[in-house]
């Protein structure tokens, strides 16, 4: 997730995780033996199983990438500049929060070698120089709108939702940035975001009826109730994943006592959770696609 807890899932429950999966060699073979992950694989072979993958449609190495995360240990913000303010690592694979699972599933699928991975993973994280300052850090204000305009996100909210879509706002404000949350993110005044960013959202009590209608791959945000001192409403993603009849949401789960990790969570359930949080309630999803832009080196045929 994000650098400061103002994307933070607010998970309490642990979900019960869905078995590891047995991982595709290059060339779809599935290996024999012990269930492999992204951090139990070598350098070669990771580098073997992006390239491997690469002429597949995105859709399916964004399944094939991210299943391999599962089980990965949730840790808060987790990725860093590598130095200065925040000094984590750029690109890990052996921990991850809700953000940077999605940002590095999305970096690892699109990506047609090892060596294109951290270029894709700093446009997406960035708006335009690795710095901690230029860090996408809200959701609304720089993530979503950036990545849209580079050409990496469609919103389909309102297509896939239909009539039952709504459009809601988030305004940033001078007191906005005098919270103590909106302080914890450490930007000067000059890299705090201020206007009104909008978005398509699905309420929560409507996301079902559309659900199976979702292209499993398709980024699901989780939105909040407006609140005039949080820089942001959004406090969760993952991706959708269509199995048998039921829809799931493929996500970093944050759980009591530490020992979150990336789960496949029945959507049902998951959203029946987060139906019943009051402090700060649910209020609806909006939903969006991974493109393909044709400067991350990727084909226009391998774009959906």
């Not at 007191?175 to 930007?187: D, K, P, Q, V």
Request: hydrophobic share 40%.
């Amino acid at each position: 997730m994000m650098a400061a807890a103002l994307v933070a899932a607010v998970l309490a429950q642990v979900a019960t995780p869905a078995p590891p999966p047995r991982m595709a060699k290059a060339g779809g073979a599935l290996p024999s033996g012990a269930p492999v992950v992204w951090a139990s694989l070598g350098e070669r072979e990771r580098a073997d199983l992006i390239s491997g993958d690469a002429l597949l449609p995105l859709n399916e190495r964004l399944l094939r990438v991210s299943e391999r995360f599962l089980g990965t240990p949730y840790v808060h913000s987790p990725l860093g500049e590598g130095g200065g303010v925040d000094p984590d690592p750029t690109f890990r694979l052996d921990a991850v929060d809700c953000l940077t699972f999605v940002e590095q599933s999305v970096a690892l699928s699109l990506a047609r070698s090892a060596a294109e991975v951290p270029g894709v993973l700093e446009r997406l994280r960035y708006a335009n120089t690795p710095s901690y300052e230029d860090r996408n850090h809200l959701m609304e204000a720089q993530w979503l709108p950036n990545n849209q305009r580079k050409g990496f996100l469609v919103d389909v909210t309102r297509r896939l939702g239909g009539a039952d879509t709504v459009r809601v706002s988030k305004t940033l404000t001078a007191l906005t940035w005098s919270s103590r949350s909106s302080l914890a993110l450490g930007l000067s005044p000059a890299h705090q975001p201020r206007g009104t960013w909008s978005l398509d959202m699905i309420p929560l009590e409507r996301v079902l009826a559309h659900a199976r209608q979702v292209p499993s791959g398709s980024i699901l945000v989780v939105l909040r109730e407006d609140l005039p001192l949080k820089a942001t409403r959004v406090t969760h993603l993952g991706f959708v994943v269509q199995k048998g009849r039921r829809t799931w949401l493929r996500h970093a789960r944050r759980g009591v006592d530490g020992n979150g990790r990336v789960v496949d969570e029945d959507l049902e359930s998951f959203l029946a959770r987060n139906a019943k949080y009051d402090k700060w309630k649910v209020t609806g999803v909006s939903l969006f696609e991974v493109r393909a832009p044709s400067e991350t080196g990727a084909s226009a045929a391998s774009t959906p």
